[in-house]
């Protein structure tokens, strides 16, 4: 039996006239979207100018105490320095 790998995708194919002229796929590699990613360079534009940046996805365990101070490692491949972090935090509701 055949079945549709991703059915959340539109069943029919989309048309040439929808694809704009700058869009280009020529260097795209085929790949799994959902897939998580280690590292993705990015240029962040702002109003003081533009940034090259690296942004990794880390996951760590952290001890959090009562004074709201948190505790972690971070792996030997994060620069020493000034960082911006986005914590996600996860607790257990169980």
Same mark, same amino acid.
């Given at each position: 039996? *055949? !079945?549709?790998?991703?059915?959340?995708?539109?069943? *029919?194919?989309? %048309?040439?006239?929808?694809?704009?002229?700058?869009?280009?796929?020529?260097?795209?590699?085929? +790949?799994?979207?959902?897939?998580?990613?280690?590292?993705?360079?990015?240029?962040?534009?702002t109003q003081t100018g533009d940034r090259q940046?690296?942004? !990794?996805?880390?996951?760590?365990?952290?001890?959090?105490?009562?004074? +709201?101070?948190?505790?972690?490692?971070?792996?030997?491949?994060?620069?020493? +320095? %000034?960082?911006?972090?986005?914590?996600?935090?996860?607790? *257990?509701?169980?």
């Amino acid at each position: 039996m *055949n !079945k549709d790998p991703n059915p959340d995708l539109p069943s *029919n194919p989309i %048309e040439a006239a929808e694809m704009l002229a700058e869009y280009d796929f020529s260097s795209a590699v085929r +790949g799994n979207a959902r897939q998580p990613f280690d590292s993705l360079r990015a240029k962040i534009r702002t109003q003081t100018g533009d940034r090259q940046v690296v942004i !990794k996805t880390v996951e760590v365990m952290a001890v959090v105490n009562s004074n +709201g101070d948190v505790t972690l490692q971070l792996p030997p491949d994060i620069s020493p +320095g %000034e960082h911006r972090i986005t914590l996600l935090i996860e607790e *257990n509701l169980t």
